[in-house]
């Protein structure tokens, strides 16, 4: 079953609150929350106080991309906020099994990601700690890039990686996911899709969310 994450990022944020139960009502597998420090990624984005306030008044699950340098500072305090996945970068820290171990002693699921030049035997020792392999498809910071068509041998790739680990690991890409590349990053392997400008930038959420999903199931057999 393939998964829609909309992400956060692409949301009018005057009207955050709205469009979180929009997705929510609409069906969404779980709300992606990308957290940039500014320092692994140029731009600044949500913190915990976001966090906090969607697990108040929503019952999705919260799926929080930590892209953000030294990690391992933060891991709990994200958890105890209400985040039930959270993925750290490969790139980002120098205690990656801590992090992914960190995650999981505090009952969240773990992920990690890695970015579109960095190859994928860098996170192979650490695939027994995963939960959550994500494929950024493109360079992490900002929303409403276009998605870089060398990334569909590197979900190929990762998808054939996860089947031989024997570990039970979903296969997540987030960048320029929209409608017509739908259909390429499934049959490339991918089981959850972060969407953003494509669910948030929409004139109708719920029905974005719909075509999103009717066209990925139809790739999933």
């Not at 929080?64 to 994200?78: A, G």
């Not at 953003?196 to 029905?207: K, M």
């Amino acid at each position: 079953m393939i998964q829609i994450a909309p992400s956060l990022l692409a949301a009018d944020l005057w009207k955050i609150g709205e469009q979180v139960k929009k997705v929510e009502d609409a069906g969404a597998d779980m709300l992606h929350i990308d957290v940039m420090d500014g320092q692994f990624v140029p731009n600044i984005s949500f913190g915990l106080p976001i966090v906090q306030s969607i697990r108040k008044n929503s019952g999705m699950l919260l799926d929080v991309h930590l892209m953000i340098n030294t990690p391992e500072n933060y891991i709990e305090r994200f958890v105890k906020s209400g985040a039930d996945l959270v993925t750290i970068h490969v790139e980002a820290t120098e205690q990656v099994e801590r992090c992914l171990l960190t995650i999981r002693a505090l009952g969240a699921k773990s992920g990690l990601s890695v970015k579109p030049n960095t190859p994928l035997s860098d996170i192979v020792p650490f695939l027994q700690y995963v939960d959550l392999l994500l494929v950024m498809t493109v360079e992490p910071g900002y929303g409403g890039q276009a998605y870089i068509e060398a990334m569909t041998d590197k979900i190929r790739e990762a998808r054939t990686l996860i089947d031989k680990s024997g570990y039970e690991i979903l296969l997540q890409v987030d960048g320029g996911i929209v409608q017509h590349n739908i259909a390429e990053v499934v049959q490339a392997g991918a089981q959850v899709l972060v969407a953003g400008t494509s669910v948030f930038g929409a004139q109708n959420i719920a029905d974005a969310i719909y075509h999103l999903k009717e066209i990925a199931q139809q790739q999933d057999v």
